[in-house]
């Protein structure tokens, strides 16, 4: 069995290995579509596995790890990033969104609205770089994408509906030049979604008033930066963040009042001495700064996955 969970470690250290070659530029983001065009190696390693324990053969539970890697290493090794012929769904028929396959140019705005005061906005990446920041318009984007990007926003006094992307489709090769660059309104109150897909994402959202925040980091790195919280509700300022297989940094404004929630997974994270354990809620830990009595205050949940996580302050 410690020759088994050996391998399993080795299988997290390639993954590992990986990521830090994305987070440095070595190895393109677009490998992650190669190593998803290869699941039908995880089916056969998940069988072998299954038949090891059956028979509690370890040698060949050992065999599902080594043949995981030796699929993880073919997809960043051996197949090509850049062929536009090439599909990450293997048999299946996919369609470019754009007849070239290339990355088109693209930029939209809707004007500030004095009525609006409130709004929902839901921001998606794809492959590439995905930004969010405050802004004088109601909302604004620009970037460039192979497929036509989402634009959707409804605005009256009762609130803003936001609904900003990269587009959706099948990617015909990996796009690491694609980006996304959103800028939401700096007076509106936002309850926000950033949905990151495969991107690396760069969210200051220091300077935007956020009464929810919910951030799905996917297969990414990233950075978000909380600024003062203003609760407008009881319980605090909610925000899940959900780390997926990432490299994650969480930076909130130096003064604030914070309760953090984690379920850590299989990752690493690295908290401020002011963040001190108080118990546990619900099979998470409890973190909290102290003399947090209620008002306004950050109250994070963290589900870790498999990630390299730092929360600081700044």
Same mark, same amino acid.
């Given at each position: 069995?410690?020759?088994?969970?050996? &391998?399993?470690?080795?299988?997290?250290?390639? #993954?590992?290995?990986?990521?830090?070659?994305?987070?440095?530029?070595?190895?393109?983001?677009?490998?992650?579509?190669?190593?998803?065009?290869?699941?039908? +190696?995880?089916?056969?390693?998940?069988?072998?596995? #299954?038949?090891?324990?059956?028979?509690?053969?370890?040698?060949?539970?050992? @065999?599902?790890?080594?043949?995981?890697?030796?699929?993880?290493?073919?997809?960043?090794?051996?197949?090509?990033?850049g062929n536009s012929n090439w599909s990450p769904w293997g048999p299946f028929v996919v369609t470019p969104m754009t007849t070239s396959g290339q990355n088109?140019?693209?930029?939209?705005?809707?004007?500030?609205?004095?009525?609006?005061?409130?709004?929902?906005?839901?921001?998606?990446?794809?492959?590439?770089?995905?930004?969010?920041?405050?802004?004088?318009? @109601? !909302?604004?984007?620009?970037?460039?994408?192979?497929?036509?990007?989402?634009?959707?926003?409804?605005?009256?006094?009762?609130?803003?509906?936001?609904? !900003?992307?990269?587009?959706?489709?099948?990617?015909?090769?990996?796009?690491?030049?694609? %980006?996304?660059?959103?800028?939401?309104?700096?007076?509106?109150?936002?309850?926000?979604?950033?949905?990151?897909?495969? %991107?690396?994402?760069?969210?200051?959202?220091?300077?935007?008033?956020?009464? &929810?925040?919910?951030?799905?980091?996917?297969?990414? %790195?990233?950075?978000?930066? @909380?600024?003062? &919280?203003?609760?407008?509700?009881?319980?605090? !300022?909610?925000?899940?963040?959900?780390?997926?297989? %990432?490299?994650?940094?969480?930076? +909130?404004?130096?003064?604030?009042? #914070?309760? @953090?929630? #984690?379920?850590?997974?299989l990752s690493n994270i690295v908290r401020p001495d002011e963040l001190t354990s108080v118990g546990e809620d619900g099979g998470k830990q409890v973190y909290?700064?102290?003399?947090?009595?209620?008002?306004?205050?950050?109250?994070?949940?963290?589900?870790?996955?498999?990630?390299?996580?730092?929360?600081?302050?700044?």
């Amino acid at each position: 069995m410690e020759i088994k969970r050996a &391998a399993e470690g080795l299988t997290i250290i390639a #993954v590992g290995f990986i990521f830090l070659g994305n987070t440095f530029g070595v190895i393109p983001w677009g490998v992650w579509w190669n190593i998803a065009s290869l699941w039908p +190696i995880l089916l056969i390693a998940a069988g072998i596995d #299954v038949i090891g324990r059956g028979t509690d053969n370890t040698w060949l539970r050992v @065999l599902s790890s080594l043949l995981v890697i030796a699929g993880l290493a073919y997809g960043v090794f051996m197949m090509p990033t850049g062929n536009s012929n090439w599909s990450p769904w293997g048999p299946f028929v996919v369609t470019p969104m754009t007849t070239s396959g290339q990355n088109e140019a693209f930029s939209e705005s809707r004007p500030h609205d004095p009525a609006v005061l409130t709004g929902e906005a839901r921001v998606s990446g794809a492959v590439g770089t995905l930004k969010v920041k405050d802004g004088s318009d @109601l !909302v604004s984007v620009s970037g460039d994408s192979p497929f036509t990007p989402e634009f959707k926003v409804t605005s009256s006094a009762r609130g803003a509906d936001v609904n !900003v992307g990269m587009g959706s489709g099948h990617w015909v090769a990996p796009r690491d030049n694609a %980006s996304l660059d959103v800028k939401l309104d700096r007076t509106v109150t936002w309850d926000l979604t950033i949905d990151g897909g495969v %991107s690396k994402i760069d969210a200051d959202l220091s300077s935007l008033t956020i009464s &929810a925040l919910e951030v799905k980091a996917g297969v990414s %790195s990233g950075t978000v930066i @909380l600024g003062a &919280a203003e609760s407008v509700a009881s319980g605090g !300022v909610p925000v899940n963040l959900d780390t997926g297989v %990432s490299t994650f940094t969480l930076r +909130i404004k130096r003064g604030e009042q #914070v309760r @953090l929630r #984690v379920d850590k997974g299989l990752s690493n994270i690295v908290r401020p001495d002011e963040l001190t354990s108080v118990g546990e809620d619900g099979g998470k830990q409890v973190y909290e700064t102290a003399d947090l009595a209620g008002g306004d205050y950050w109250d994070i949940t963290l589900d870790a996955g498999i990630s390299n996580v730092r929360i600081e302050f700044y």
